[in-house]
């Protein structure tokens, strides 16, 4: 069965950062990996979704990188904002019906 | 397109009392996925879709819920009888093909409280 494991759970930093929260999976026979933002209170937002085949994927500010064979996903962050403070989630999709398992999530907050 | 579109957005209701949450998922997409959110145990499965048939639902917790999807743009997730320790967020997600190329798109989920 697979579990997906966020360190840290929480994280406060000042604005102008660059950061990294992890994401572990302990099946690394994944199809693809998804990192999801969730403000309080909303649904999730897709972010980035990496591709077992790639190793990393970006979108203005934010890189993710995957490494199937240490089961590891990266976020970064760059030059962080308070506008980012969220709750960041990755799901890893794995076995025959490709189901998300999600992590706990990373709770960021960037301060001005 | 609009989204995943889940309704009601809240919910609050008796113990014992039936509960029945609702969910599009986004036209063309061919499965659909209901979780459900705690503080205590995060993100669950609950059941797993694919062209409107069950495939997993291990993750329903006992009988009192149920869920159906009779056609390709509309499911619900049924509680009956309520009970206060059902009180979560629940969360509907569709996708095309599995999500294996284009990942998954979720509602803004139903907030149900039961007293």
């Known amino acids: 069965k697979q579990e997906v494991t966020q360190i840290p759970a929480a994280l406060s930093v000042p604005e102008g950062e660059n950061l990294v929260l992890n994401c572990s999976f302990t099946?690394?026979?994944?199809?693809?990996l998804q990192w999801f933002r969730q403000d309080p209170g909303k649904g999730l937002t897709s972010l980035l979704l990496i591709q077992s085949s790639q190793r990393e994927q970006t979108s203005g500010r934010l890189n993710a990188s995957l490494d199937k064979s240490s089961g590891r996903s990266t976020l970064y962050i760059a030059a962080s904002q308070p506008g980012d403070s969220a709750t960041y989630l990755c799901a890893a999709a794995s076995g025959g019906s490709y189901i998300p398992t999600f992590g706990r999530g990373t709770s960021l907050i960037v301060h001005p | 397109d609009a989204g995943v579109i889940q309704s009601p957005r809240h919910e609050v209701t008796e113990m014992g009392q039936e509960v029945t949450l609702r969910c599009k998922p986004i036209?063309?997409?061919?499965?659909l996925f209901w979780y459900r959110q705690t503080m205590m145990r995060g993100l669950e499965l609950l059941i797993y879709?694919?062209?409107?048939?069950?495939?997993?639902d291990s993750g329903m917790p006992e009988d009192r819920f149920s869920a159906k999807m009779p056609n390709a743009s509309f499911s619900t997730l049924k509680i009956q009888p309520s009970e206060p320790r059902d009180s979560a967020v629940y969360f509907c997600?569709?996708?095309?093909?599995?999500?294996?190329?284009?990942?998954?798109?979720f509602g803004s989920g139903t907030r149900l409280t039961v007293v």
């Open positions: 997600a569709s996708s095309l093909s599995q999500g294996a190329t284009y990942g998954y798109t």
């Open positions: 879709f694919n062209n409107n048939v069950p495939i997993d």
């Open positions: 099946d690394s026979a994944i199809y693809n």
């Open positions: 036209s063309g997409h061919n499965s």
